[in-house]
């Protein structure tokens, strides 16, 4: 069974700070893909990024980094210099099939909240 | 670009009552995806399609029903309305493609389902 773990539920930080979120994941997959979504007060789902189970390299996204690590079963996410628009609840999400076009799992999510 | 539609935005219900949520995927996605987020959680699946059949079955009450048409529209159909149902009803559309997959969820703005 698939299972992602926020253990972070609320983060709270001053504007300029950076905030990383964790993700840790579950799956008995060889073969998965793991997404981060942005879910701003308005409601929508936004994506961020998708990485697949094989490429372990880091990724940087203007203010956003990823930390993907297959040994510890994590894909965190870092915001550098954080802006009061960064405040949203973050969701790491997995689908554990070759395609990635299977249900997404989602874990509970990481309110942030980025006061200016 | 084009995103995918969801109608209506917003939605209230007596208890008993039936409604029919609306999704229009991005051009050229065939598998369409149905979320429902309670106040506070995360998503949860609840039924997919893909190339109008369906693909992947999650938690979706016996009163729901779904189903995609030839357009690849899909519609997601509830009845006898409880109060537990209300909640953030998302679609989300992918394309599945063969061979090593690009596909990622991209998800509508949802339906607000408010259910008296």
Same mark, same amino acid.
């Given at each position: 069974?698939?299972?992602?773990?926020?253990?972070? !539920?609320?983060?709270?930080?001053?504007?300029?700070?950076?905030?990383?979120?964790?993700?840790?994941?579950?799956?008995?997959?060889?073969?998965?893909?793991?997404?981060?979504?942005? #879910?701003?007060?308005?409601?929508?789902?936004?994506?961020?990024?998708?990485?697949?189970?094989?490429?372990?390299?880091?990724?940087?996204?203007?203010?956003?980094?990823?930390?993907?690590?297959?040994?510890?079963? &994590?894909?965190?996410?870092?915001?550098?210099?954080?802006?009061?628009?960064?405040?949203?609840?973050?969701?790491?999400?997995?689908?554990?099939?070759?395609?990635?076009?299977?249900?997404?799992?989602?874990?509970?999510?990481?309110?942030? &909240?980025?006061?200016? | 670009?084009?995103?995918?539609? #969801?109608?209506?935005?917003?939605?209230?219900?007596?208890?008993?009552?039936?409604?029919?949520?609306?999704?229009?995927?991005?051009?050229?996605?065939?598998?369409?995806?149905?979320?429902?987020?309670?106040?506070?959680?995360?998503?949860?699946?609840?039924?997919?399609?893909?190339?109008?059949?369906?693909?992947?079955?999650?938690?979706?009450?016996?009163?729901?029903?779904?189903?995609?048409?030839?357009?690849?529209?899909?519609?997601?159909?509830?009845?006898?309305?409880?109060?537990?149902?209300?909640?953030?009803?998302?679609?989300?559309?992918?394309?599945?493609?063969?061979?090593?997959?690009?596909?990622?969820?991209?998800?509508?703005?949802? !339906?607000?389902? !408010?259910?008296?």
């Amino acid at each position: 069974a698939q299972k992602v773990t926020q253990a972070q !539920t609320e983060i709270s930080v001053v504007e300029k700070e950076d905030v990383t979120l964790d993700c840790v994941y579950e799956t008995r997959d060889t073969t998965y893909y793991l997404f981060w979504y942005k #879910q701003p007060p308005s409601g929508e789902l936004v994506f961020l990024i998708r990485r697949n189970s094989f490429d372990e390299q880091n990724e940087i996204s203007g203010r956003y980094s990823w930390n993907f690590q297959k040994s510890t079963s &994590s894909f965190n996410f870092t915001i550098t210099a954080s802006q009061v628009v960064d405040s949203a609840v973050y969701f790491c999400a997995l689908s554990d099939s070759y395609s990635g076009n299977t249900p997404l799992v989602f874990g509970k999510g990481t309110r942030l &909240s980025v006061i200016a | 670009a084009a995103g995918v539609i #969801q109608s209506p935005r917003h939605l209230i219900k007596e208890k008993r009552e039936t409604a029919t949520l609306k999704c229009y995927p991005i051009p050229r996605h065939d598998t369409v995806y149905w979320y429902q987020q309670g106040p506070g959680q995360d998503p949860q699946f609840l039924i997919s399609f893909y190339e109008k059949m369906q693909s992947d079955k999650g938690s979706i009450p016996d009163r729901f029903s779904a189903q995609q048409f030839s357009d690849y529209h899909s519609e997601l159909n509830m009845s006898s309305l409880e109060l537990g149902d209300s909640a953030l009803y998302f679609c989300a559309s992918s394309h599945k493609s063969q061979g090593i997959s690009t596909d990622t969820q991209y998800f509508g703005p949802g !339906t607000r389902l !408010t259910v008296l």
